[in-house]
């Protein structure tokens, strides 16, 4: 599994961004996969989480109703789409891969990491 992540950028407060993540090694189907972000000056914190199926999705308190995560197997690649954006989404957001899960928000489950994108939201 190599994970890459992109389509971060700078937007303003109140706008989209849609983010991807993509497996080059072509095995993304059988991973259940997260996006996780980290801040300036804070822990890295969990986002959303969907199944390797698509099946089952999770979110954090802070994002629900504003992102969407979906995955296009066949593609190899994982979204997180990003709607009203503030400018406390603004932190480097990561995508991580793993084959055995039980809490999809639980960052210690997961076994491949991306390097990370940067997000920033302008007030």
């Known amino acids: 599994v190599q994970l890459q992540a992109s389509g971060g950028g700078l937007v303003q407060a109140g706008g989209s961004l849609r983010v991807s993540c993509a497996d080059t090694?072509?095995?993304?189907?059988?991973?259940?996969t997260g996006w996780f972000r980290q801040a300036p000056g804070k822990e890295r914190e969990f986002v959303a989480a969907?199944?390797?199926?698509?099946?089952?999705?999770k979110y954090a308190d802070s994002v629900k109703g504003r992102f969407t995560i979906s995955r296009d197997n066949a593609r190899n690649t994982v979204y997180l789409q990003m709607n009203s954006l503030k400018p406390e989404d603004t932190a480097v957001y990561y995508c991580?891969?793993?084959?055995?899960?039980?809490?999809?928000?639980?960052?210690?489950?997961?076994?491949?990491w991306g390097q990370g994108t940067q997000v920033t939201v302008s007030s």
């Open positions: 969907i199944s390797w199926k698509g099946g089952s999705t």
């Open positions: 991580a891969a793993a084959t055995i899960i039980d809490d999809m928000s639980n960052q210690y489950e997961y076994e491949y």
């Open positions: 090694g072509r095995s993304f189907g059988n991973y259940a």
